[in-house]
């Protein structure tokens, strides 16, 4: 074997298996403090899989926890997770593709790319997308709801803006769809096919996409939500629908994995797949929060920190997975995390491992089993007249997510989502509502409670009472009761 292809293919291997530089394993390096974090973690239910590079140094590159409990299969650097959001800055980076091809400019508006638009949606532009500058709402229907390319525009560009263009800063799900289409008529490609052939086969990436990659069916992750709630990989329900939803596509739902997204680091980082010129424009922050802490870029936030830190971040998720890259391009460090298993006890986990990073001092709470799981777990054993036991435990290890009726309500309606403890569901709903006798919604909730017990009286009362509170959906479940 040629002697510089054998170095190359060792320094990959180092790079991409998570093993870290000899002698710096030890306690007290930066990798154990990571690791041993993470391991804790683990063991309260924490599962994904973190990778850091620092100055070109592979920090860590590792799994923890399971993806997928039935096969006993680890969380490792090649597993897949859905990045969720992080889809966007592939679409915005795709987008400064197209500007270098010269197929299309920053400032082109709609009308360019779209006929017979209202007036109000003519003259949006490229820019406004980008930015969540445009005034288009979040989201008009569910991720997985199929609808025709034709139908969906149609919907979205006969909705109300929420503000006149360029004068305001909401997040908007569609608006990114609305340039995954650009990038089809621009391109005349679809725009998985774009993405791969500009962006990840230049990168390296062979494991990132919807439907294009071969994909390892074994490295396919399962998700857990909040530890508890089980389902199949998003890739899965691609393949069988052998589509992807227009309520998803170029805003969300992208699949890969740990080594594809350092990949992508260093592609963009060496220019492999955009100009200087083009990634500071991606970078560049454009629009500031309402908060006024972040700003939006193209598809990333950007944040001033302490000692003028620049901070380029963007998270994604779908509630079951989480995903977080973070870049301090300056001191050239970057963080990739992804979890199969999100709860808000871990869902921004790579914040406190940035913190870790930059600042040898900094010892981050440990990761605590979530409230759910928590919940969960004592339920599964205990029948639900012990309900003011629960409680008191709550109260002790988790009183801020007791503070409000968010949390019973949650749990009730997991119960009833999983089929499982229909009884302690229904105790939830109506110790919640006995605490909050005015919120309409808990009692349609404590309706669907007493109607999972088989209680068709009772929750004739709830929906009644949730109607009369000003909690109108409750009323096409009662219309149904009562035909019967």
Known sequence: MNQRYLCIQLFVLLIFTGSPAQNETGEGTLYARIDNYLLAGSQNGFSGAIAVVEKGKTIINKGYGMANQDTKTHNNPNT????????????????????????????????????????????????????????????????????????????????????????????????????????????????????????????????????????????????????????????????????ISWHLKANGGINSTQNDMLLWYQALKNNKILSNESFNKLTTPYADYPSGRLSYAYGLTVRILENNLKRIAHNGSNGAYSHSLIWFQEEDIFITYATNANSSEVEFLAYDIAKIILDKNYVPNPIKDNVYSFAYNYMKTKPADSSNELISLLKENYADELSSSRLLNSLGNLLLRMHDNQEWALELFELNVQKYPGDGNLWDSLGDGYMANNRKEDAVKSYKEAIALGFDSSQEKLNELLKN
């Not at 091809?101 to 820019?127: R, Y």
């Not at 990114?176 to 490609?189: A, C, D, K, T, W």
């Not at 052939?197 to 071969?214: C, D, I, R, S």
Request: a neutral charge; proline letters at 4%.
């Open 80 to 243: 897949v997770f859905d990045i969720g959001s992080n889809t966007k800055q592939l679409t915005s980076t795709a987008i400064l593709k197209l500007v270098e091809l010269g197929k299309l400019n920053l400032n082109d508006p709609l009308s360019t790319f779209f006929k017979q638009l209202p007036k109000d949606k003519q003259n949006i532009t490229i820019h406004q997308l980008l930015t969540h500058t445009a005034g288009f709402t979040e989201a008009i229907g569910n991720d997985f709801e199929q609808i025709p390319t034709h139908q969906f525009f149609e919907k979205i560009f006969a909705t109300q803006l929420l503000f006149e263009p360029g004068t305001k800063y909401s997040y908007s799900n569609v608006g990114y769809s609305i340039l995954g289409r650009i990038i089809e008529l621009v391109s005349g490609q679809s725009y998985e096919g774009f993405l791969n052939e500009y962006l990840f086969a230049p990168a390296g990436m062979k494991h990132t996409g919807y439907l294009l990659p071969k994909w390892d069916t074994v490295q396919l992750s399962r998700s857990y939500n909040r530890g508890i709630l089980e389902a199949k990989s998003p890739v899965l329900s691609y393949q069988e629908k052998g589509d």
